[in-house]
């Protein structure tokens, strides 16, 4: 592709961004005011934190979304959007992850000043009481909405040192993946969190908001690519085209769950603050959409043939009005929601669950009670879509890939639907037996299945390579993460087999499973780490995919029957155990139907054992047609090799043969 060639014009760069951050400080005020929601009316007798608090706290978090959103977007650009070469970042490249570096530092001095205001929030103390550092301490120590600020201002610090010192490409992802992560502790900790449906509410935020940083940064970032180096400007806004259409849609969808979820009926959109909030929220959303529509239909098209005129007018605008969008978003989350009309207090169950206790379980109910999981949901619809793309794109071109491999991938995309979804991932929050047929669909089906659809083959084939002197595209950054000595390391069959053993006697037997059924993100992770180790260790044994190491095939039949050992001695040891495992979590959900915790338990156990036996099967026969396929390509290669030569190997050997049968000194 074509250089885009754009005047530099970068002393425009820092008055649109003080421009900027003046409309995002006075919308979030005009919202508050008009919402209702600020100023806040003295109540007799009940203690308040004062203006200052009140209009400093909002104001805050406008501060700290805005340098996530710059700081993640420039991060992208680094990694994604600017060509680089593979080993090492282009200047501007380097440039932007650079300024992500002190973006990220003034986040993480914005996430400690939100901390302080939001414990002033909280326990209505003036901005002085709250520096004490006893009250500070307990806060952070003991709250967890404290400690989910004190995290988020601790790991933008590590994101500043890594972008700091990222000069490869590969570098700039790791800053990117953390800048991510470092979102999430506030929403995960937040009203959502201890909200009815918090599972659904938690999941659709962490969608939203690594939705809205990715879009609102990513396109900030291409902005500011433009008016300070702009050589690939083309190459680096049709790459963001590609995964803005992700984000927006991923943004509408968690926007509307979010929105369903608070809002019970219509009427409470024209009839309360909140509401008419969340209309210009969506009005908002929408003329980004046709922005978009509009990139995608003239501006990229003009961008490609060296006009960038258009191009960074409509960007500017639209992160104008993206920019007023996280101001009023913000203004939302300091509004109070329409009452729901629910009189009664929330059980002790449905607060750690997120939904009712639901009556005993029955195989009706465990096949047809299905509940959305926007997180999970999101990440089946990309994997399902991404895939199929890449399949159709090599028939396009006259290629073949087997329809064996496809099946498998959308057999164990749905697999992993129903196990996630499914009355199976809702009983079993509540039923040690039925959680562990989830562990085990998770950890051994799931994994074999995919593993079988061999994509990282079919990415490498699918996606085009980068020309001669031409940047690197996706498929060397693939290449270059293969190669790279943590993947390297964690593909490693030791490394894989010892993960996989390990994943049941480190949840179980160490407390994390009762932290993980407590909390929804917890919960979440727990599923994901099942699903990576079964993933690796099914690789190393019956994978396809280029690997950097992989055993013979009498080793890995070896070790497959080492881990059905050790997955038997943990099944019998848990079976025989007398202790329960997370006591204080199953009182609390107080079950009337299967209360003896010991037996279910038990039955749990030995339904590891029995069903651990099933999946080993599989993959062993698999091994065995795999390992006979491999003697059958060998000998065709050796037939082959010996029409070339005249089968000289076989002569060679003849006559080495008749030298030894005539003695030594012939």
Known sequence: MANTATPRTTGLVWPVVLGLAGLALLTVVAALLWSGARPVADVPGIPNAGSLTEWLAPIARVVFQLLAACCIGLLVASAALIPSSRDV????????????????????????????????????????????????????????????????????????????????????????????????????????AASGDHDL????????????????????????????????????????????????VAVGFSGVINAA???????????????????????????LGVAGWWHRRASLSQLADGDARGFTRLALGEVTVMVATIAVAVALSQTAPPPSGRLTSPTTAEVLLGFPLPDAPTVGSILLSWRADLLVLSLLAFAAITYGRWVLRLRRRGDKWPVGRTIAWYAGLSVLAIASLSGLASYGRIVFSLHMTQHMVLSMVVPILLVLAAPISLALRAMPAAGRNQPSGPREWL???LN??????????????????SAPYVVYFSGLF????????????????????GYLFFESLI?????????????????????????????????????????????????????????????????????????????LIVLLVQWSGHDDRVARRRDRQSDRDGDAERASYNAMLRRRSKGPGS
């Open 261 to 287: 979820l608070r809002v019970p009926e219509v009427s409470d959109l024209w009839s309360t603050g909140y509401g008419r909030l969340l209309v210009v929220k969506v009005l908002a959303f929408v003329c």
């Open 514 to 533: 009762e932290v993980a059924m407590r909390q929804h993100w917890a919960h979440e992770l727990m599923h994901v780490h099942f699903i990576l180790v």
């Open 201 to 248: 509410a938690t999941s659709s935020l962490v969608v939203h908001i690594v939705g809205v940083a990715l879009w609102v940064g990513g396109l900030a970032a291409l902005w500011w690519y433009a008016h300070t180096d702009g050589r690939y400007l083309s190459m680096a806004a049709s790459r963001f085209s590609s995964m803005a259409v992700w984000a927006f």
């Open 89 to 192: 970042l282009s200047v501007a490249a380097a440039r932007a992850a650079r300024l992500a570096s002190w973006c990220a530092l003034a986040w993480a001095v914005a996430a400690l000043f939100v901390l302080v205001l939001t414990l002033s929030e909280t326990l209505a103390l003036s901005l002085p009481e709250t520096l004490n550092i006893n009250v500070l301490m307990t806060y952070v120590t003991e709250v967890p909405q404290g400690a989910s600020w004190l995290t988020s201002a601790a790991l933008a610090v590590f994101v500043a040192l890594a972008a700091r010192e990222a000069d490869r490409p590969i570098g700039a992802w790791a800053a990117l993946v953390l800048a991510l992560l470092t979102l999430l502790p506030p929403a995960i900790t937040g009203h959502s």
């Open 543 to 619: 994978g396809t995919d280029p690997v950097p190491y992989r055993a013979d095939f009498p080793m890995r039949i070896v070790t497959l029957f080492a881990s059905l050992a050790l997955h038997a001695f943990f099944a019998v040891a848990l079976m025989s155990s007398e202790a329960i495992i997370a006591p204080e979590y199953y009182a609390a959900l107080d079950r009337p139907w299967w209360p003896d915790l010991l037996t279910d338990q038990t039955n749990g156990s030995a339904f590891a054992w029995a069903f651990g036996e099933l999946p080993a099967l599989i993959a």
């Open 484 to 501: 790279s000595g943590f993947v390297r390391v964690l593909t490693h069959p030791v490394t894989a087999f010892v993960l996989f053993i």
């Open 479 to 481: 290449l270059t993460a």
